[in-house]
């Protein structure tokens, strides 16, 4: 069966810090991989999708950006972090084939804060 | 481009009692997809429901069921037998036939009283 990790869990950034947010899938090849993030009580905003190694569209401009070295892992990093990037950051996946039902099922989730 | 709107920012029911949450979306798409996910306090999402636009039939998954009205483009979920664990957030989400981007509506908050 198919899982998706990502990590890590919880953290505390301060201002003007890097960031890198890692995600894997597992039991799948060739996956649609997603980031989207969520603000305090709202509801979800696409930050990046790919469809393959090395594909990445950017939904919102701003100084985050993401990268897919390999088949199943995506990674969310910003160079200089902002106050405002503090939210919970969610990486999502779906096998990318009408077959499946369009179906997106979502990692555990990241909480950041950045003070 | 497509559009999801959830007009119940919050709505509560009592324990065993049916609930309704409104979702409508706005798409000149004709096969798409549709989604209720559960999102709760653990902030994990949880697919809930799926139906797809080419099918009549409503989708249905144990004690939730929607009402799918695709000329009038709304998508509601019934909860049937509310439970405790059914408190959460609920967000509606609409997706094309290629399945490359799922956008969300606002969500609900459900609190489900005992």
């Known amino acids: 069966s198919q899982t998706i990790h990502q990590w890590p869990a919880t953290l505390v950034q301060p201002v003007g810090s890097p960031l890198s947010l890692e995600c894997t899938v597992e039991g799948t090849s060739n996956p649609n991989l997603y980031w989207y993030r969520q603000a305090a009580g709202r509801g979800l905003q696409l930050l990046f999708y790919?469809?393959?190694?090395?594909?990445i569209s950017s939904e919102v401009p701003q100084n985050l950006s993401a990268s897919r070295p390999q088949d199943r892992q995506f990674i969310l990093s910003s160079k200089k972090l902002l106050l405002s990037d503090s939210g919970f950051y969610l990486c999502?996946?779906?096998?990318?084939?009408?077959?499946?039902?369009?179906?997106?099922?979502f990692g555990e989730g990241s909480w950041l804060t950045v003070v | 481009a497509q559009t999801v709107t959830q007009s119940q920012p919050e709505m509560s029911v009592q324990e065993a009692e049916t609930v309704t949450l409104s979702c409508t979306y706005d798409t000149s798409e004709n096969n798409y997809y549709l989604f209720w996910y559960k999102q709760p306090p653990s902030r994990q999402m949880i697919l809930v429901i799926r139906q797809e636009a080419y099918k009549q039939q409503n989708a249905t998954e144990n004690r939730f069921s929607v009402n799918f009205q695709k000329a009038a483009k709304s998508f509601s979920l019934k909860i049937s037998d509310s439970q405790l664990g059914d408190t959460a957030m609920y967000f509606c989400a609409f997706t094309d036939n290629a399945g490359n981007m799922l956008t969300f509506g606002g969500g609900t908050r459900l609190m489900v009283k005992p």
């Open positions: 999502a996946w779906n096998p990318g084939h009408p077959s499946s039902g369009n179906t997106i099922y």
């Open positions: 790919s469809v393959g190694i090395g594909q």
